[in-house]
């Protein structure tokens, strides 16, 4: 017993650690796994922009009926590549040659909803929400682009049309041989940085870093926000498509398990009374 509860210690211990070194602070993804109308719009998104370059392979053009799509519209809107609706969604794209491109190979989306998720920490649709809205412009990147939650990626933001131009702030609170300073960087929305250092007296907290999105135009910035949500929702529908069906199903189990406890309490009362 003291050695599972040493080895259970353990475990949580590496979670935590893992949690802690996490960096930029994940936001919450609007949950919208049932929402049909949320996840077609999460399928349009990622047929038009991400299957350029990402496979699913794991995933059939034929499953789309599942969240309320015919073979007709699957055919008419989705399927760009001329092949069947039971086609698995498989890219054109040769993976040496993307690697080559963006100095790393775009990984396959079927499951990434998934293998994003740290167990006990937060969801891979969050991290998803996360990466796909904290793109920035950085001209010193090959690709013209950089992002918060991974810094130096290779994927240029290929949404940034329908998030229009933004302007980054960070703002860090950091320790030199001068004593603490305030640098904040700004990256205007060419992606050229203004970096501007100002000591700071009396300061006795730690390193921190803040950051700061300023879009030019809100309304377009927030509609995408929008269509982030759906298409992240389609990415968690495709990572895990019986998901909903599971849950339904271990509530019934759990509310079996409840009922069942009940029965075995008094079966056990009655069992016991003559032989008291
Ligand atoms: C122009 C090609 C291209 C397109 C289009 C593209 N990606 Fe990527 N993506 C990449 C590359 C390259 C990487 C690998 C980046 C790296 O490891 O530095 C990547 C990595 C990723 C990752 C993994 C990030 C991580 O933390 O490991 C996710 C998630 C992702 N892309 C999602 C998307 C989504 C969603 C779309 C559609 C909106 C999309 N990508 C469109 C090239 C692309």
């Known amino acids: 017993m003291k050695k599972l509860l040493g080895v259970l210690m353990l475990m949580l211990a590496c979670t935590g650690v893992q ?72 890219v054109a794209m040769d993976a040496k040659e993307a ?30 929400y996360t990466y796909l809205r904290t793109f920035y412009r950085d ?30 702030t960070m703002v860090a609170m950091h320790k030199g ?20 250092h100002e000591p700071v007296a009396g300061y006795h907290g730690h390193e921190t870093v803040e950051t700061r999105f300023t879009p030019k135009d809100p309304a377009r910035a927030a509609a995408y926000d929008n269509d982030v949500a759906d298409l992240v929702a389609f990415m968690s529908w495709m990572a895990e498509p019986v998901k909903q069906q599971r849950v339904r199903l271990g509530v019934w189990v759990l509310i079996f398990l409840a009922f069942f406890t009940v029965i075995a309490w008094r079966l056990n009362a009655v069992y016991w009374k003559d032989v008291k």
């Open 139 to 168: 001209e010193t990147r090959p690709t013209g682009w950089n992002n918060l939650v991974f810094p130096n990626v290779g994927m240029p933001h290929v949404l940034w049309e329908l998030q229009g131009p933004r302007e980054l």
């Open 19 to 90: 949690a802690a070194e996490g960096g930029y602070h994940l936001e919450k993804a609007p949950d919208r796994l049932n929402d049909l109308a949320a996840l077609q719009n999460g399928a349009k998104l990622f047929v038009n922009y991400c299957l350029n370059c990402h496979s699913a392979s794991s995933m059939r053009y034929n499953r789309l009926r599942d969240i309320g799509l015919t073979d007709e519209q699957i055919k008419d809107n989705l399927l760009f590549t001329g092949g069947k609706v039971g086609d698995m969604m498989t």
């Open 177 to 196: 041989g001068q004593g603490w300073e305030r640098v904040t960087t700004t990256y205007d929305v060419n992606g050229v940085a203004t970096v501007k």
């Open 99 to 128: 690697k080559e491109w963006f100095g790393a190979a775009p990984p396959d989306l079927s499951v990434i909803a998934r293998a994003k998720s740290v167990n006990a920490g937060p969801s891979g649709a969050d991290y998803l």
